[in-house]
């Protein structure tokens, strides 16, 4: 997974839509693209965990772990983090302004790029018209992502036996179907003029799993992506400019990337109260 790979350093990093608890996960390839990547800032803009797959079935193997022990060693170091819940996540939604092991929780924030340029980052969910009033609906929608993204896994295998590249059939999917399309326009158009009311130059969001950076109206609007398809993260240079790394590509590059089968189990505090005498939590 090239380990030695060079490192490269940014001012911030963007990434949202991990999804650790579910299979479909690449965390094998954010821990490579976290090893090459560092920054001063890193914001998490929502469903890091997939609390709704984890209540339907316990699934979290070691690379879940890793991922997190990754991001708090990095908090340790000195980069700081701000984690955004998204839907998927929004239990932590009720610790605003608290911090976990170095890592700071905010329901969104409005961030100040080298250049000066503002931008507006939240995680997007709450614009999404089925989540927010037919939840039901929102489940069965999730429930048939998991079966294009199990679709995904077995094409994806039989794609490497062959020697060919990475191609992931969710995404190719999503985008032949007209009211998808539609869909993420209209989301699109929508974050633009909430990031217009907040009088500030561009947007930062995740949600739709539809990595783009695009100017709407004035509007500099930017997705962060997935690691679930697409595997992509927003970079932000020293000088303010904004990079969209795709690092879909290792997918297809590796011949037999290692699975840990082996299920850990995490016990999840009853309380706030219960994390801060394990954690040490301390309130912002």
């Known amino acids: 997974m090239e380990e030695a790979s060079e490192t490269r350093h940014f001012r911030t990093l963007f990434i949202s839509d991990v999804h650790l608890g579910s299979k479909a996960a690449k965390t094998d390839f954010l821990l490579d693209f976290l090893r ?13 965990v997939d609390g709704w797959r984890l209540k339907r079935s316990w699934y979290w193997p070691q690379p879940c772990n890793d991922v997190v022990q990754k991001l708090l060693r990095k908090a340790r170091k000195g980069t700081r ?24 929780v905010a329901e969104r924030m409005v961030y100040e790029m080298a250049d000066g340029k503002k931008y507006l980052v939240l995680h997007g969910d709450e614009f999404d018209v089925v989540v927010r009033n037919a939840r039901l609906l929102a489940y069965l929608g999730d429930w048939a992502y998991d079966t294009a993204i199990a679709i995904n896994v077995v094409l994806a295998a039989v794609r490497r036996r062959l020697g060919m590249p990475y191609w992931s059939f969710s995404a190719w999917a999503k985008l032949q179907v007209k009211h998808a399309v539609n869909f993420i326009g209209e989301f699109q158009r929508v974050v633009a003029d909430e990031a217009r009311r907040a009088e500030v130059d561009g947007v930062i969001c995740g949600h739709i799993h539809h990595a783009v950076m695009e100017d709407i109206d004035g509007i500099h609007y930017v997705n962060t992506g997935d690691w679930v398809e697409s595997c992509t993260a927003i970079a932000e240079h020293s000088d303010g400019r904004l990079e969209l790394i795709s690092w879909g590509h290792k997918v297809g590059a590796l011949s037999s990337p290692k699975r840990a089968t082996r299920l850990v189990p995490v016990y999840l505090p009853s309380s706030v109260a219960d994390v801060a005498k394990e954690d040490g939590v301390r309130a912002a």
């Open 81 to 104: 983090i701000v984690y955004i819940p998204g839907n998927h996540d929004e239990f932590m939604r009720e610790f605003p302004g608290v911090h976990f092991g170095g890592i700071e």
């Open 36 to 48: 090459t990547h560092e920054a001063d800032t890193i914001i998490l803009v929502g469903d890091i």
